[in-house]
């Protein structure tokens, strides 16, 4: 049938921020990091959107790119429902959580414009938009802008190892048909030409250690991301604990 609009429901799953987790492990770390960018760019493609600027970020985080459509459609519409508990024990997220809506709800026709677009990087674009509206420190300042970017690179390169991975796999199989029927002139043709046999399984090896080398240089610009993640995530300040 014919298509009339789409309606996006998406749950923020919290406000947890990239500073909580830095004594966390890996997987909660990142997970934080993820949804920490993702408040943060929805944020400023809002503001974007307001001020009817020449570029909106929605490249910043996989949120924002999902919901692209809500940023360039010209019907589009945006509503944010901030919801809290209000238990004692959740003091801070609730802080946190009207800060934030509050914030959102300020990014109208009056909001000061986002700064002119200097780079290709959507994630230094978002940024540099924080610091121009005086909300960079509140969001964890240039530390959390360079955990951002270790996340994003640590992601990149872990895309990169299993793409090669994968190749290596499907290559492999492909090496391993060609041996067997190298193999079996070998053993069916008693007048094989030994040379031949030779060069043959000389070229699969060859590629095989090219494909293997390529692969390792990747695993170990990963396992080089792993290390700078870790580093950079014990520099993140800690937020200060609830008053009481």
Sequence with gaps: GKLHGKFSLIDLAGNERGADTSSANRATRLEGAEINKSLLALKECIRAMSMNAPHIPFRASKL????????????A?????ATLAPG??????????????????????GARPA?????????????????SQGEDENEGGQEMYKF???????????????????????????????EEVI??????DVDYDIED?????????QRKIDRLKTMQEKLIKFRSQL??????????RRPPPPKR
Excluded: W
Excluded at 77 to 81: D, G, P, Q, V
Excluded at 148 to 177: R, W
């Design 64 to 75: 924002t790119q999902v919901l692209r459509d809500s940023f360039v459609g010209e019907k």
């Design 77 to 81: 519409r945006t509503c944010m429902i």
């Design 88 to 109: 004692q024990n959740s003091v801070e997220c609730t802080l946190n959580t009207l800060r934030y809506a509050d914030r959102v709800k300020e990014l109208g026709p």
């Design 115 to 131: 700064p002119p677009l200097e780079n290709n990087n959507d994630l230094a674009y978002l940024h540099q938009s924080l610091r």
């Design 148 to 178: 951002h970017q270790a996340v994003d690179m640590l992601q990149e390169a872990e895309e990169l190892l299993v793409e090669e991975h994968q190749q290596c796999i499907q290559e492999n199989k492909e090496y391993l048909k060609q």
């Design 183 to 188: 193999l079996q002139r070998v053993d069916q």
């Design 197 to 205: 046999y030779a060069r043959a399984l000389d070229v699969i090896l």
């Design 227 to 236: 290390h700078n993640e870790e580093a950079v995530s014990q520099t993140l």
